[in-house]
């Protein structure tokens, strides 16, 4: 089962992604559609694309 998490800092936001990880991979969806579209990336590649928003 694929637990999925969405940012602490979108309580009451409504345009918000969801992430999961999955394998040694990281999906990401729209939280607002469930059903729809999911992307996957290289957990190394999203941990990168991570980090560089924190710096900002």
Do not use: I, Q
């Not at 979108?10 to 729209?30: F, G, K, L, P, Q």
């Amino acid at each position: 089962m694929t637990t999925w998490r969405k940012s602490s800092r979108s309580t009451t936001e409504t345009n918000c992604v969801e992430m999961a990880r999955v394998r040694h991979r990281v999906a990401v969806r729209d939280s607002k559609n469930l059903a729809g579209p999911v992307l996957v990336f290289p957990a190394p590649s999203a941990a990168s694309f991570l980090a560089s928003l924190k710096k900002d």
